[in-house]
């Protein structure tokens, strides 16, 4: 098995502790010679006190380009939220390349590799969970972290330690954790959720106008 090293913000390009998620990468990359597949990293500000968790790479979104939320239908809604609230430089990001710079907010996935049919394994989400450790560790004290579904909701508390029954996920929920931080919950971006309109606009850009007050508190 390739050794790893966890970065300051927990990424490792050239991680392959899951056998599955490894070989789907090889076998996604020879169909797609162009796409990024890789572990993709965190993309945002280092020193962000609000920190967006995704549940993992899309297949021709982040997959593709190397940057989280990035090229996919997901992130058309989310990128133009972060604009609108003053997170974001511009309102798309359409490639690593782009310019577009965050003020404030970092983006990252509770699993940083593309999965199979966007479901990753639970043992993979365990595995994957040191990198998000890393990365929560590195945020400033009374940080603010947005969940994006559940898996990530659930990610987040493992990574801080904490048992799952002691902050139940439900879209628009706030928790207080025990070290100060605050964590927000949302539905997933996701072209289903808002297709069927599980999540409108209005009800993200209600939790992420929150996300800003906290941030400013």
């Known amino acids: 098995m390739k050794s790893t090293v966890i970065s300051k913000l927990g990424y490792s390009a050239d991680c392959t502790l899951c056998p599955r998620l490894a070989g789907f990468l090889r076998e996604v990359k ?19 006190r609000l920190l967006i968790v995704g549940l993992a790479p899309g297949m021709h979104g982040a997959n593709a380009s190397g940057r989280p939320f990035t090229g996919d239908y997901a992130g058309i809604l989310l990128y133009q939220t972060l604009h609108k609230l003053g997170f974001a430089s511009r309102p798309d990001s359409v490639s690593r390349d782009d310019g577009l710079k965050l003020a404030g907010c970092r983006i990252t996935n509770a699993v940083k590799c593309l999965p199979p049919q966007n479901k990753p394994e639970g ?95």
């Open 30 to 48: 020879a169909a797609n010679p162009g796409y990024w597949c890789r572990p993709v990293a965190p993309f945002g500000d280092p020193a962000a």
């Open 123 to 217: 043992r993979e989400i365990a595995t994957c969970n040191r990198y998000l450790q890393a990365e929560l560790s590195a945020l400033p004290r009374n940080a603010v972290i947005l969940a994006l579904g559940k898996i990530a909701h659930d990610a987040v508390l493992r990574a801080r330690g904490l048992k799952l029954s002691a902050h139940k996920f439900a879209h628009a929920a706030e928790h207080r954790l025990p070290n100060g931080d605050r964590l927000l919950d949302s539905y997933h971006c996701s072209r289903y959720n808002t297709q069927t309109r599980r999540l409108t606009a209005a009800m993200f850009e209600t939790v992420m106008h929150r996300a800003r007050q906290l941030v400013e508190s």
